[in-house]
């Protein structure tokens, strides 16, 4: 069983920062990509970044340039630097990692959700 808690979401002006993280634990052999999802109102869940073991990362067209991600591996911890955030940032914003158990096998965790609200 793994766990992975979020923490960081909050209410933020137009323009300001914030900096989501989510660590993993629990019956953890090793722990592979890691990333963030985000779902508005009324829409489709969406990418936001990923990054691999090895700190590959990868972004949204939408937040290159304004949204860093990066992960502690000591920590099992994945961290999204958020900056110059827009109003259609606004949503709540989902964690996962694939993580290998001790028997060997690869599967998908997901955090709680954390709200991200930008206001104009």
């Known amino acids: 069983q793994v766990q992975l808690v979020e923490s960081g979401g909050g209410l933020v002006q137009a323009g300001g920062s914030l900096r989501l993280s989510c660590a993993a634990s629990?019956?953890?052999?090793?722990?592979?990509?890691m990333g963030w999802y985000r779902q508005a109102p009324g829409k489709q869940r969406e990418l936001v970044a990923a990054?691999?073991?090895?700190?590959?990362?990868s972004y949204a067209d939408s937040v290159k340039g304004r949204f860093t991600i990066s992960r502690d591996n000591a920590k099992n911890t994945v961290y999204l630097q958020m900056n110059s955030l827009k109003p259609e940032d606004t949503a709540v914003y989902y964690c996962?990692?694939?993580?290998?158990?001790?028997?060997?096998?690869?599967?998908?965790?997901w955090g709680q959700g954390t709200q991200v609200t930008v206001s104009s």
């Open positions: 990054i691999t073991s090895g700190s590959t990362t």
């Open positions: 996962y990692a694939d993580v290998t158990n001790y028997s060997r096998s690869t599967s998908r965790s």
């Open positions: 629990g019956s953890i052999f090793r722990v592979n990509a």
